[in-house]
């Protein structure tokens, strides 16, 4: 379904700033007192650069070529994520720090966690088993590392604040594309019930995490779906038609099905919680079939990487890289644009139920009852 045209419309004026080197430093005051932040390469700021190994990482060129002073953070991307702009929407300069950076610096780590902290990891699942032990945190860790937050905070603030200050948070959570990867290298034909299987123990598991984080004091959870995978450029470099793998795009539709059941489940049950699930998955589609309208004229192959559509390898050093990524959907063979970023973030933060239901984060950020 194509994008409603006033919300299309509402979007232009945007683009021109869309690869700006640095942005305004005019900061409104924050909506919420912190973000704290959990799940995989899509929101992760730089957690994996201080893992071992050379898996899921990003800290190199040429990623983040168009981050302030052309600097890679270990963002999947040329300059912001999406979780960078949801941050800026409700009012900080981008997402908070990585927790595993400050967990070194011992001077900082306890009052920044008062502002935010970002937990997520590349290449992290919502299951524990996704994603190398070495080289990802996973989501039962990134949430172990909040309660340390916690913990740390009880040295500064009472009780009672500390339960405020999560009351009123933002947590962010953008999980499930690479529990959905692993599962399809290891099933590519899965019949109905195998996939109805699979589903239900990814929303098991999801289930019990946000029990988790509700049960540490978060109340406000802004969702992110997952994006329909099947028309990245990876998947497309393995279908000999090019198009998009539909297999990847129906379990990825199945997953945010159930997501939306869950969130409504879990809510009724937890009082206080509020939430809102911000769709990927729409926001990336309608660039898929509004393209021009957007401001896109590529959306199949990758702007940096190598092989067909630019999709066969990542986004390395001397891999080849687009002049105007501006024009391109995908960065690289998984991950969206800068660009991309911000329609994400402008779509799910202030658009309509399309992109972002029962609520959109500014109802759910501005809602402090």
């Given at each position: 379904?194509?994008?409603?045209?006033?919300?299309?419309?509402?979007?232009?004026?945007?683009?021109?700033?869309?690869?700006?080197?640095?942005?305004?430093?005019?900061?409104?005051?924050?909506?919420?007192?912190?973000?704290?932040?959990?799940?995989?390469?899509?929101?992760?700021?730089?957690?994996?650069?201080?893992?071992?190994?050379?898996?899921?990482?990003?800290?190199?060129?040429?990623?983040?070529?168009?981050?302030?002073?052309?600097?890679?953070?270990?963002?999947?991307?040329?300059?912001?994520?999406?979780?960078?702009?949801?941050?800026?929407?409700?009012?900080?300069?981008?997402?908070?720090?990585?927790?595993?950076?400050?967990?070194?610096?011992?001077?900082?780590?306890?009052?920044?966690?008062?502002?935010?902290?970002?937990?997520?990891?590349?290449?992290?699942?919502i299951l524990d088993s996704t994603g190398s032990t070495n080289s990802t945190i996973s989501m039962t860790k990134q949430i172990q590392y909040f309660s340390t937050v916690r913990s740390q905070l009880t040295q500064r603030l009472a009780i009672e604040q500390i339960d405020?200050?999560?009351?009123?948070?933002?947590?962010?959570?953008?999980?499930?594309?690479?529990?959905?990867?692993?599962?399809?290298?290891?099933?590519?034909?899965?019949?109905?019930?195998?996939?109805?299987?699979?589903?239900?123990?990814?929303?098991?598991?999801?289930?019990?995490?946000?029990?988790?984080?509700?049960?540490?004091?978060?109340?406000?959870?802004?969702?992110?779906?997952?994006?329909?995978?099947?028309?990245?450029?990876?998947?497309?470099?393995?279908?000999?038609?090019?198009?998009?793998?539909?297999?990847?795009?129906?379990?990825?539709?199945?997953?945010?099905?159930?997501?939306?059941?869950?969130?409504?489940?879990?809510?009724?049950?937890?009082?206080?919680?509020?939430?809102?699930?911000?769709?990927?998955?729409?926001?990336?589609?309608?660039?898929?079939?509004?393209?021009?309208?957007?401001?896109?004229?590529?959306?199949?192959?990758?702007?940096?990487?190598?092989?067909?559509?630019?999709?066969?390898?990542?986004?390395?050093?001397?891999?080849?890289?687009?002049?105007?990524?501006?024009?391109?959907?995908?960065?690289?063979?998984?991950?969206?644009?800068?660009?991309?970023?911000?329609?994400?973030?402008?779509?799910?933060?202030?658009?309509?139920?399309?992109?972002?239901?029962?609520?959109?984060?500014?109802?759910?950020?501005?809602?402090?009852?």
């Amino acid at each position: 379904m194509a994008a409603p045209l006033h919300f299309l419309v509402l979007l232009l004026p945007f683009f021109s700033l869309f690869l700006a080197p640095a942005f305004s430093s005019g900061q409104t005051e924050p909506k919420v007192p912190a973000l704290y932040v959990f799940g995989d390469s899509t929101a992760d700021v730089g957690n994996n650069n201080y893992l071992p190994g050379n898996n899921a990482k990003a800290n190199f060129p040429h990623n983040g070529i168009d981050f302030p002073f052309s600097r890679p953070t270990g963002r999947f991307s040329n300059g912001y994520n999406g979780i960078d702009f949801l941050a800026r929407h409700v009012g900080f300069k981008r997402s908070p720090p990585p927790f595993l950076s400050l967990a070194s610096n011992t001077s900082h780590d306890i009052m920044r966690g008062v502002k935010g902290t970002n937990f997520a990891s590349g290449g992290s699942g919502i299951l524990d088993s996704t994603g190398s032990t070495n080289s990802t945190i996973s989501m039962t860790k990134q949430i172990q590392y909040f309660s340390t937050v916690r913990s740390q905070l009880t040295q500064r603030l009472a009780i009672e604040q500390i339960d405020e200050l999560f009351s009123k948070s933002l947590f962010i959570i953008s999980s499930g594309g690479n529990d959905i990867f692993a599962y399809f290298s290891q099933n590519r034909f899965p019949n109905v019930t195998e996939r109805q299987n699979f589903i239900s123990s990814l929303i098991t598991k999801y289930g019990d995490h946000l029990k988790e984080l509700y049960a540490l004091g978060g109340r406000k959870f802004g969702i992110v779906d997952v994006p329909p995978l099947g028309c990245c450029p990876y998947p497309r470099s393995l279908n000999p038609t090019g198009g998009c793998l539909e297999m990847l795009n129906e379990l990825a539709q199945e997953f945010n099905g159930a997501l939306k059941v869950l969130m409504n489940d879990v809510s009724s049950t937890l009082a206080g919680m509020k939430y809102s699930i911000g769709s990927s998955n729409a926001v990336v589609m309608n660039i898929v079939n509004n393209p021009g309208a957007l401001g896109f004229k590529e959306t199949k192959t990758a702007c940096c990487g190598f092989g067909k559509f630019n999709g066969e390898s990542g986004c390395t050093p001397n891999a080849t890289v687009c002049s105007d990524r501006r024009l391109y959907l995908f960065w690289d063979l998984l991950h969206p644009t800068h660009a991309t970023a911000k329609i994400f973030g402008l779509a799910v933060y202030s658009g309509p139920e399309q992109f972002a239901s029962p609520i959109n984060f500014k109802k759910l950020v501005e809602d402090y009852n």
